[in-house]
């Protein structure tokens, strides 16, 4: 029968990357050009990065015109999953879209930035109205911040859907004209801060291969113990 009792602990080593999504929040992203919408797609890019991962840590960034740590660096990736699960347009009071605070908000919440292990995975259709890119950029450089970025929407772009309580469609976002606002995938931008970081850019995709292409490309990142 073999009874046991008391118990045994080992130590186990792993070594992985660490990831932080940076996801956008802000309004736009409830247009439906990529369905259902640009942040539910953002979530099913999330999910399936998951599934490629093993002994990486990860975490969240949402951001609008500011930027919050939704899930702090973690190896739980169920806890994860939660956090992922719980994102919402309109978890960041602050109007607009500001890249570069999302840009800074990873470098901080990075543990370590003398190491190499650091990636960042934006999600976003690419829309920025505050703060400047191009020094948030150089700060990720310094950093050792490597940040791929995945365009998320079309460059036909979508309305903005406003809905009611009970989750109908009750109109269109509108300008101070009273035109509806058109959205667009910016893929410049996306370009750019992916180029300028040692990262690559790629528009969503139906079956997310992208994200197959991003887990490839990583690989040759210094890992941590």
Do not use: C
Not at 169 to 182: A, C, F, I, M
């Amino acid at each position: 029968a073999q009874p046991q009792w008391g118990e045994e602990k080992k130590e186990l080593k792993r070594k992985g990357v660490e990831v932080l999504f940076l996801v956008d929040t802000s309004l736009s992203m409830l247009a439906e050009d990529i369905p259902p919408s640009r942040i539910e797609k953002a979530k099913l890019e999330m999910r399936s990065f998951i599934k490629q991962l093993k002994g990486d840590r990860v975490g969240i960034v949402t951001f609008a015109g500011s930027g919050f740590i939704q899930s702090p660096l973690t190896l739980d990736y169920d806890a994860f999953g939660l956090f992922a699960n719980a994102i919402q347009v309109g978890f960041i009071p602050d109007a607009g879209t500001s890249l570069s605070e999302a840009i800074r908000m990873a470098i901080r919440a990075f543990s370590d930035l003398k190491q190499k292990h650091h990636v960042a995975l934006l999600l976003s259709d690419g829309e920025h109205h505050e703060g400047d890119v191009s020094s948030a950029i150089q700060a990720a450089r310094d950093a050792h911040v490597r940040i791929y970025t995945i365009g998320i929407g079309t460059p036909e772009g979508s309305p903005i859907p406003l809905r009611s309580s009970e989750g109908k469609t009750s109109g269109y976002k509108k300008d101070r004209n009273g035109e509806v606002v058109l959205t667009k995938l910016n893929e410049s931008t996306l370009q750019k801060i992916a180029q300028e970081t040692g990262g690559r850019y790629f528009p969503a995709t139906p079956r997310e291969r992208e994200i197959e292409w991003i887990y490839r490309d990583m690989q040759n990142i210094e890992k941590k113990e």
